[in-house]
Nanobody, 132 residues
Framework: HVQLVESGGGSVQDGDSLKLSCAVS????????KGWFRQAPGKEREVVAA?????????????GYADSVKGRFTISLDSAKNIVYLEMNDLSPEDTAMYYC?????????????????????WGQGTQVTVS
């Protein structure tokens, strides 16, 4: 059983920052690939950022970002606490959307996780981000 709970959304002004958190709880394997997706009204859900991590101190994490957020958003993982973060800077109204944390427990390569579309097996309930 895997559960993801997002927090940190809200209403901000153009140019502001927000940091989203996703607490992952599981009784088993939570997978190496985790990410943040977003869906704006009338648009399809899109991946915003992804992180590939084996969760040990010897492996190197790898991240990937949608072109629209590169340089502004940063995804990170606290493996000890099992929390995935999305730090969002210089927000604009175009970033307004429901943001979802997601992961896949299926095998997925590092390159697919960080640079290609992938289908999560588990989703959080979402947290709204509104920029005006």
């Amino acid at each position: 059983h895997v559960q993801l709970v997002e927090s940190g959304g809200g209403s901000v002004q153009d140019g502001d920052s927000l940091k989203l958190s996703c607490a992952v709880s599981t009784s088993g394997y939570a997978g190496a690939c985790k990410g943040w997706f977003r869906q704006a009204p009338g648009k399809e859900r899109e991946v915003v950022a992804a992180i590939y991590s084996l969760g040990d101190s010897t492996s190197v994490e790898e991240t990937g970002y949608a072109d629209s957020v590169k340089g502004r958003f940063t995804i990170s993982l606290d493996s000890a606490k099992n929390i995935v973060y999305l730090e969002m800077n210089d927000l604009s109204p175009e970033d307004t959307a429901m943001y979802y944390c997601a992961l896949t427990t299926r095998y997925i390569s590092r390159s697919i996780c960080t640079s290609a579309p992938w289908s999560p097996t588990h989703w959080g309930q979402g947290t709204q981000v509104t920029v005006s």
